[in-house]
């Protein structure tokens, strides 16, 4: 990884973010540590997909380093329909040489399968409620033999989660954001656990190259008790914020077509 562009890259995203407030500290550091995850995996000028990109401010990050980068999200949330915002974006991510496509739900994902190094989903999948299986398979559809699935998903087991519950307080979002959400709900449906992310990347049939926590979202820890924070998940790394998954799709992919065990699970879903 070339540090310089990396940071070249993080500058110009920093000053060119048409949207004031949105960059907060602690997307820098996601920024360097993923853009150093990729740069592990995925050969210079290669072609990324960034699904659920948001307003594209890491795709843009990957750009500036000189990768091939698509990215592609809904601009649903409440902030992007605000007057003017998406055209914003929109020219912040063409100036930024991503190239943007604009999902539809229930709509066939807009390029060509086999076309990628690597797809990513940051922090989207917790924010389904259905089965994610049609969707990440269509997402695996899209990489190469050879390239690597990237997933981010915050963790159900978290150390403020475990704190919480032990407090008698709840693991999900707070409940008057859930109460004074306009519909539909947006927010997260359903957090994740090192073996969740094991079963998945069994059923979808890849090799897991990496799966480990990671700290994405230190902003929201009091800052006098981040010493803490950091003391105590050097010593239990799994009680991290986040989950990140990367596995490689082999040559003639396929993925389950049943469960490992279809029996039984038949007589759990009756």
Same mark, same amino acid.
């Given at each position: 990884m070339?540090?310089e562009?990396?940071?070249?890259?993080?500058?110009?995203?920093r000053?060119t973010?048409?949207?004031? @407030?949105?960059? !907060?500290?602690d997307?820098i550091?996601?920024?360097?540590?993923?853009?150093?995850?990729v740069?592990?995996? &995925?050969?210079?000028g290669?072609?990324?997909?960034?699904?659920?990109? @948001?307003p594209g401010d890491?795709?843009?990050v990957l750009a500036?380093? @000189?990768?091939?980068?698509?990215a592609?999200?809904d601009?649903?949330?409440?902030?992007?329909?605000?007057?003017?915002?998406r055209?914003?974006l929109?020219?912040?991510?063409?100036?930024? *040489? =991503?190239k943007?496509?604009?999902?539809e739900?229930?709509?066939?994902?807009? %390029?060509?399968?086999?076309?990628?190094d690597?797809v990513?989903?940051?922090?989207?999948?917790?924010?389904i409620g259905?089965?994610?299986?049609?969707?990440?398979e269509? #997402? +695996?559809?899209?990489? /190469?033999?050879?390239?690597?699935l990237?997933?981010?998903v915050?963790?159900?087991?978290?150390?403020r !989660?475990?704190?919480?519950? #032990?407090?008698g /307080?709840? *693991?999900?979002?707070p409940?008057?954001?859930?109460?004074?959400?306009?519909?539909?709900w947006?927010?997260?449906?359903?957090?994740?656990?090192?073996?969740d #992310?094991?079963?998945?990347?069994?059923?979808? *049939?890849?090799e =897991? =190259?990496?799966?480990?926590?990671?700290? +994405?979202?230190?902003?929201?820890?009091?800052?006098?008790?981040? %010493?803490?924070y /950091?003391? &105590?998940? !050097?010593?239990f790394?799994? %009680?991290?914020?986040? %989950?990140?998954?990367?596995?490689? !799709?082999?040559? *003639?992919?396929q993925?389950?077509a &049943?469960?490992?065990?279809?029996?039984t699970?038949?007589?759990?879903m009756?």
């Amino acid at each position: 990884m070339n540090k310089e562009r990396l940071e070249s890259a993080i500058t110009r995203t920093r000053e060119t973010f048409p949207v004031p @407030g949105y960059i !907060k500290p602690d997307f820098i550091g996601h920024w360097r540590y993923m853009s150093a995850l990729v740069a592990r995996h &995925v050969p210079a000028g290669g072609r990324i997909m960034d699904f659920g990109s @948001g307003p594209g401010d890491f795709a843009a990050v990957l750009a500036g380093q @000189g990768y091939d980068v698509s990215a592609g999200d809904d601009l649903l949330d409440p902030w992007h329909l605000q007057p003017g915002v998406r055209d914003k974006l929109y020219k912040f991510m063409a100036d930024s *040489n =991503v190239k943007f496509s604009l999902l539809e739900h229930d709509k066939p994902l807009p %390029w060509l399968d086999g076309s990628f190094d690597l797809v990513m989903a940051h922090h989207v999948f917790e924010h389904i409620g259905e089965s994610p299986k049609p969707l990440l398979e269509a #997402l +695996c559809r899209q990489i /190469k033999e050879g390239g690597h699935l990237l997933i981010t998903v915050p963790s159900a087991v978290n150390i403020r !989660k475990r704190l919480d519950m #032990l407090r008698g /307080k709840t *693991n999900h979002p707070p409940y008057d954001q859930f109460y004074w959400m306009p519909s539909p709900w947006r927010g997260h449906r359903r957090e994740y656990s090192r073996a969740d #992310l094991e079963q998945a990347s069994q059923y979808l *049939n890849l090799e =897991v =190259v990496e799966l480990h926590a990671y700290t +994405c979202m230190l902003h929201r820890v009091p800052a006098k008790l981040r %010493w803490l924070y /950091k003391l &105590v998940v !050097k010593v239990f790394p799994d %009680w991290q914020d986040s %989950w990140v998954l990367l596995a490689r !799709k082999p040559k *003639n992919w396929q993925p389950l077509a &049943v469960p490992p065990d279809a029996h039984t699970l038949k007589a759990q879903m009756r």
